[in-house]
């Protein structure tokens, strides 16, 4: 248990230290103008309190991912807590910071519009095309999953549930965001936290063994071909960094009444949904010992998970019930089905405001968000038709190749900062360092994967290396000729 009480402590420790130092490198101050007074309409940039953009962005960016990610991680072994610290505090964390921060400091831009004023006209198109196809995609992904679920438990046809989470979604996408999204999210944002509290109660005084951190040797038993890198920096999306998090960020930044509101809100989200994948890492890692025989905890999870399809929410469902009781089930069913509705409408909003910025389309008008939402929506229900499989297969790869978009966007913004403010100090190595990372992570994937090229692993590498220098001295130049112009002061 020690490994994992070093990560939770240095979790929590992170977002009063590293967190602090970013806001003070960002130079946040709360008499600045924020959106949601400025741009005032009353649909989507409208003032709510700290406690509730805070709920919402948690739910927003979480949905399944610190639950399902990081029981599926969890079969790496304990190196699935260093990723989820690490990456929580250095990466994901700050990546979400600091696009929420951009955002605010361009009127509560959508994601794809920061991009292209950081990393050019080229890169915004396919940055605009590529994030509404995977907010769609995400949508129509979390429409399958939860009906799946909820037609298995009731006995009601599938199609019946498909149409009223439908329902559900076009309603919270057209509606003001304090109406429903506003309402209702921040109750399930505080159940998912319960959850997770009520899980740690149980790693504290149940008969659980956390094994720590001794090895950083994989713990899957086909490990040859599930290597650590990159398939667990891949697995364990959303519990350490996601690209998906990132369009979440804006729509949080047209609301926030204060500047000052940002550390808690967009870093402090992510903190908090670090923390719930770690202890969702352990109690995979601690619950299945001797599963079918297996001779330790590590064993007894792969052999479970293998024995069920290496189906993650039957995993979730098997600890919190055991542990848990009645108010476990519950709370699982918030998990499996509340958590992913929650994730789906989001998307659908963020195609929608994306999809508004690059038109230059104004929301107030609710015949103006149904010229956009109408095709929106049909091409998301065309996409439930297709095999569930295939559409979740390539996500999670295409979530973290969106991270590092937004990595190199945050980069530029970070080297200019540096020399206009800093006198050159190198402050943009915050973002740098996990933008080479990832891009390596993302391409190596590409290269290597069975799902992808399936190249021999040793090539892939390399091709994986090239392409990050590639990247690093194309951006390095861009950024040169950036400041060189004094453009973007």
Not at 78 to 92: D, N, Q, Y
Not at 105 to 122: D, F, Q, R, V
Not at 258 to 278: C, H, N, P, Q, T
Request: contains cysteine; charged residues 10%.
């Amino acid at each position: 248990m020690t490994t994992f009480l070093i990560c939770l402590a240095a979790l929590i420790i992170a977002y009063f230290t590293y967190g602090w130092f970013l806001e003070r490198t960002l130079g946040i101050k709360g008499d600045k103008e924020v959106p949601s007074k400025t741009m005032y309409d009353g649909v989507d940039y409208i003032p709510m309190p700290r406690w509730k953009t805070f709920l919402i962005q948690l739910l927003n960016i979480a949905g399944l991912g610190p639950i399902f990610g990081a029981v599926l991680g969890a079969t790496y072994g304990p190196v699935a807590f260093l990723w989820i610290t690490l990456g929580g505090i250095f990466m994901g964390a700050m990546h979400d910071f600091i696009a929420g921060v951009m955002s605010l400091n361009h009127n509560g831009a959508s994601l794809p519009e920061i991009i292209g004023k950081y990393l050019g006209m080229t890169t915004k198109q396919v940055m605009r095309l590529f994030a509404v196809v995977m907010m769609i995609l995400v949508g129509a992904v979390f429409m399958l999953g939860p009906a799946g679920i909820l037609a298995s438990m009731t006995g009601w046809d599938k199609s019946i549930w498909l149409y009223i989470v439908f329902a559900y979604y076009i309603l919270a996408t057209l509606l003001p965001i304090d109406k429903i999204i506003g309402n209702v999210y921040p109750i399930f944002g505080i159940a998912l936290i319960f959850m997770a509290l009520g899980i740690l109660y149980v790693l504290f005084t149940g008969n659980l063994v956390i094994p720590d951190l001794t090895t950083f040797t994989n713990a899957k038993p086909n490990a040859s071909s599930f290597p650590i890198i990159p398939t667990m920096f891949i697995t364990i999306a959303c519990g350490a960094i996601s690209g998906f998090h990132a369009t979440q960020s804006p729509m949080m930044a047209r609301c926030l009444k204060d500047r000052k509101e940002s550390r808690s809100v967009f870093y402090g989200a992510m903190i908090s949904e670090s923390i719930i994948a770690l202890i969702w890492a352990a109690a995979a890692m601690a619950f299945f010992r001797g599963f079918d025989g297996a001779e330790d905890s590590l064993a007894g999870l792969n052999a479970a998970l293998a024995a069920h399809g290496n189906d993650a929410s039957w995993a979730v469902n098997e600890i919190t019930n055991t542990t848990l009781g009645k108010f476990g089930a519950i709370l699982a069913l918030l998990g499996v089905v509340a958590a992913p509705i929650t994730s789906g409408d989001t998307a659908f909003r963020s195609s929608r405001l994306i999809i508004a910025d690059f038109m230059g389309m104004e929301q107030r008008s609710i015949l103006k968000r149904l010229y956009i939402c109408i095709p929106m929506f049909a091409i998301g229900y065309a996409i439930t038709l297709m095999n569930y499989d295939i559409l979740w297969r390539y996500f999670a790869w295409a979530n973290q190749t969106l991270a590092v978009f937004t990595l190199w966007a945050i980069t530029v913004f970070l080297y200019l900062r540096s020399y206009r403010v800093f006198s050159g100090k190198p402050y943009y190595l915050i973002s740098l360092l996990p933008a080479m990372f990832m891009t390596f992570i993302c391409t190596d994937f590409l290269f290597t994967s069975g799902q992808m090229m399936g190249l021999e692993r040793n090539l892939g590498n390399i091709l994986a290396g090239c392409a990050t220098i590639v990247a690093t001295v194309a951006v390095w130049l861009h950024m040169r000729h950036i400041l060189k112009k004094g453009e973007l002061a």
